[in-house]
């Protein structure tokens, strides 16, 4: 029984967010009943007071309304006490500058997971990189709770905070449209057009193609969105 408890399962991409309720700096949160109807990111930190995690914190807090436009929360986790969230916050906001960063105030929950409920639930823990501390884990899960993209990063690696914003927004972009996006795909770029569902359709798009949809072959067709749609 105690090793089932102990053990981890990644939670997958179209399957429920694990629910949870947890304290924060911010106070009680319940997840997902506290945020219907928005997007939520869920990352995780390996432990405060650390250099790789405060650039990260320090990037993610002067970003945060860019995230809250997008209708996106954010939620961070690592397996300390709010005493240290707090006096970590603290020292962020006082004493350090970094890429012209200074004098910032993160807003938004750390959770308190000494316990490491949370951290299991989400597969959050890595016994090949450590038995104390979480990986760089983020999951984005849609206003519907469900899981819709998953990152990793180990512990020794920050991640990309505008990489993390341009998927949230090319999945949003996704689900108005029911376009998909290419490699490398930036806001205002073309998007692609669903590959037909068979050859008679195949045939009809590459003869009705014209200067709004560009096909390269026949399962393979650019377009554009309206700058105001976007």
Known sequence: MEKEQNETRIPLIGEAAPAFTAKTTQGEISFPEDYKGKWVILFSHPADFTPVCTTEFMTFASMQEDFKKLNCELIDLSIDSIYAHIAWLRTIKEKIEYKGM???????PLIEDLKMDVA??????QPGASDTQAVRAVFLIDPEAKIRAILYYPLSNGRNME???????AMQTSDKYNIATPANWEPGEDVIVPPPGSCGTASERMKEA???????????C???LPKEKE
């Open 163 to 169: 990489e993390v914003k341009r998927l949230l927004t």
């Open 210 to 220: 014209d200067k709004d949809v560009k096909c390269l072959d026949w399962f393979m």
């Open 120 to 125: 299991r639930k989400y597969g959050m823990l």
């Open 102 to 108: 200074k004098d910032v105030e993160v807003t938004f």
């Open 222 to 224: 650019f377009k554009k």
